[in-house]
């Protein structure tokens, strides 16, 4: 009880400082521009990158067993209602247990499998926003970052870029390299007790099951692949929504419009992937506004951007906890009754 209300005091003071430090008349009167015309474009294209979740999700499972992307869409979608209302990403717990609850896959299994999916998002991510440096200058943007946040341009890179591939890196060498793996934490197991030896030993088989779509290049390739058209759909939601608050009239053109709702896609996205306040609370709407007051070939306001950032946001988060707690009560189920049972996700 104590680290979640941390997580939401934490969320809120971030919220209250973006507030703050907008000017919230001008904020107000941007919004009240709104054409929903495009906000409900962008709903179609976020569905869609959800829809693309969970055909990359289903690939990820396969070697665990069949079943249909549209038995699995629910299962996402409920994960993702729980993150957005659960700090410290508990919503991938709570994803694990529903699929097993539902399907019969280990739980510990599950969970690997969405590590996969979160490194391989990352990875999709830097790869978009490397293609945008093409029209895009990104030095420039990474200057404005280091200067607002009074932090060393290498210092961003290397948060931005490191951890994920260091993880995506080992990821893929205990798929590789299995048998190693398994003998590695045998051998670590060694000195404990009895029944901690075989549930360590059990559970990291049962991990290495969810890793085994990293074992093969070809395997590899496609997960990346798979990954890439679940953030082009996101990044349509980021664009429409700037279609719908006529912010694409800052930029010198829509081709520079369309790169900065890539490039501002994948920083926020990056930088608000703490797993601290429910569903990214406060961090994702002060990373939002500024990356976009900070995009070259564009002149947006910070009052726009902080409309940007708290429309797109609401767009990211409502319909799915909404479409989440349909499906719940569907099934005759509660988040609270699933979130309680994340206290052990090695429980299968």
Request: hydrophobic fraction near 55%.
């Amino acid at each position: 009880m104590v680290r979640f209300l941390t997580a939401v005091i934490f969320g809120i003071a971030l919220l209250v400082l973006f507030f703050w430090t907008t000017d919230l008349t001008q904020m107000i009167s941007s919004l009240k521009r709104t054409n929903h015309f495009y906000l409900i474009l962008g709903l179609a294209a976020y569905f869609a990158s959800l829809w693309f979740r969970t055909i990359r999700w289903r690939f990820l499972l396969l070697t665990n067993i069949k079943i249909k992307t549209s038995r699995l869409l629910p299962v996402v979608v409920v994960g993702y209602m729980a993150n957005n209302i659960l700090p410290f990403r508990i919503g991938e717990l709570v994803r694990s247990y529903y699929l097993n609850r539902r399907e019969g896959i280990s739980t510990t299994t599950g969970i690997s499998t969405i590590l996969v999916e979160r490194v391989s998002d990352s990875i999709a991510l830097l790869f978009l926003i490397g293609v945008t440096a093409v029209f895009v200058p990104l030095d420039e943007t990474l200057s404005g970052f280091s200067t607002v946040s009074n932090i060393a341009e290498s210092v961003i890179v290397i948060f931005f870029v490191l951890p994920f591939l260091g993880m995506f890196t080992a990821l893929v060498a205990a798929s590789l390299f299995r048998n190693r793996t398994e003998r590695i934490i045998y051998k670590v197991s060694v000195p404990l007790s009895i029944r901690i030896r075989n549930m360590l030993r059990d559970s990291s088989s049962k991990v290495l099951d969810g890793l085994q779509s990293l074992n093969s290049i070809s395997a590899i390739t496609k997960v990346l692949a798979l990954s890439l058209p679940v953030w082009i759909a996101e990044s349509f939601l980021f664009f429409f929504v700037a279609l719908s608050l006529d912010i694409h009239s800052e930029f010198e053109g829509m081709m520079a419009m369309v790169s900065a709702s890539i490039l501002v896609t994948g920083i926020t996205n990056i930088g608000s992937s703490v797993p601290a306040a429910p569903g990214g609370l406060g961090l994702f709407e002060l990373i939002a506004r500024e990356s976009l007051v900070l995009m070259p070939h564009g002149t947006v306001s910070r009052p726009d951007a902080a409309a940007f950032a708290a429309l797109t946001h609401a767009c990211l988060l409502l319909p799915v906890i909404a479409l989440g707690q349909m499906f719940l009560w569907a099934n005759g189920l509660s988040l609270l009754s699933l979130s309680r049972r994340k206290a052990n996700p090695l429980v299968d």
